[in-house]
């Protein structure tokens, strides 16, 4: 069986190349005859095993009319794709669509995250990530509507079968009228609608335990079958990726002390339900 990729950098150069060959509407035993290759080469490059150099990734993506900033994009990828940790600069702001991010989350097997001060993405109403969004000063006006439905769409997620959510959540960003109070009280309710599906736990971690092991800040966590867990930081205009086992391993402690003095999924509910009355 080829060796799967091990980066984040890979296993999204990996995606790409497969979607690049897809689009051709061809098979890859027909594109692989087009720049005279064996099938399997196409199919060990799309899994990780490698075997290809620079020049014929190019010509294989050029085979594919690959869009040029696209193409840029997954060479790029390809000559770093066995470094691990990835600290992505996004100019102005975050991208509308977070490609790593949402790859990343779409085969993951379970998802953990840490917010200190916002509901995570994942299980925001449209009306507060719009408030959210239009109060980020890099954002342009004319972009907040497309972020907001890019946000949405990455929620379908969540009904992909085998994908467990744990949401940290800090009490503090449930008391902040994001968006109003109507729009707050809307989002408290979507919270409560979340934490009744089976596969997603909210944990509010209350104010009333002063200070604790995620005063450093937001992160995501995510887990896989096939690969080793990551972990995602995002700032105002970049992203870190952060795979190095020691790494990753900080700040399983970090959520390990956080599940000690979160309340659990029942108690975080009825935290919910009395900050609505």
């Given at each position: 069986m080829p060796k799967r990729f091990s980066t984040a950098r890979g296993r999204e150069f990996g995606d790409g190349l497969r979607s690049a060959i897809a689009n051709t509407g061809l098979t890859s035993r027909a594109v692989a005859e087009l720049v005279g290759w064996q099938e399997a080469k196409v199919s060990d490059l799309v899994n990780g095993k490698g075997g290809a150099t620079e020049l014929e990734v190019a010509l294989l993506l050029g085979v594919c009319r690959t869009p040029p900033q696209e193409r840029d994009h997954l060479l790029s990828l390809f000559n770093e794709m066995n470094l691990k940790g990835w600290w992505q600069e996004h100019g102005a702001c975050t991208p509308i669509r977070p490609r790593t991010l949402i790859e990343h989350e779409r085969a993951a097997k379970k998802l953990i995250s840490w917010q200190v001060?916002?509901?995570?993405?994942?299980?925001?109403?449209?009306?507060?990530?719009?408030?959210?969004?239009?109060?980020?000063?890099?954002?342009?006006?004319?972009?907040?509507?497309?972020?907001?439905?890019?946000?949405?769409?990455?929620?379908?997620?969540?009904?992909?079968?085998?994908?467990?959510?744990?949401?940290?959540?800090?009490?503090?960003?449930?008391?902040?009228?994001?968006?109003?109070?109507?729009?707050?009280?809307?989002?408290?309710?979507?919270?409560?609608?979340?934490?009744?599906?089976?596969?997603?736990?909210?944990?509010?971690?209350?104010?009333?335990?002063?200070?604790?092991?995620?005063?450093?800040?937001?992160?995501?966590?995510?887990?896989?079958?096939?690969?080793?867990?990551?972990?995602?930081?995002?700032?105002?205009?970049?992203?870190?990726?952060?795979?190095?086992?020691?790494?990753?391993?900080?700040?399983?402690?970090?959520?390990?002390?956080?599940?000690?003095?979160?309340?659990?999924?029942?108690?975080?509910?009825?935290?919910?339900k009395r900050l609505l009355t």
């Open positions: 001060s916002l509901v995570q993405a994942l299980i925001q109403l449209p009306e507060y990530a719009r408030a959210v969004i239009a109060s980020c000063v890099n954002v342009p006006e004319d972009e907040v509507e497309e972020r907001v439905r890019a946000r949405i769409e990455r929620q379908t997620v969540l009904l992909r079968k085998g994908l467990k959510c744990v949401f940290y959540i800090h009490e503090s960003a449930l008391l902040s009228p994001v968006g109003g109070r109507q729009a707050m009280e809307a989002q408290l309710e979507h919270l409560l609608k979340m934490a009744a599906r089976s596969y997603i736990d909210i944990r509010i971690v209350p104010i009333s335990v002063g200070a604790h092991a995620g005063l450093a800040g937001a992160f995501d966590m995510l887990t896989f079958d096939k690969y080793e867990p990551v972990v995602f930081l995002d700032s105002e205009n970049s992203s870190l990726i952060i795979e190095a086992p020691y790494a990753v391993k900080s700040y399983e402690r970090v959520l390990e002390a956080l599940d000690e003095i979160a309340l659990d999924a029942e108690q975080s509910k009825g935290l919910i």
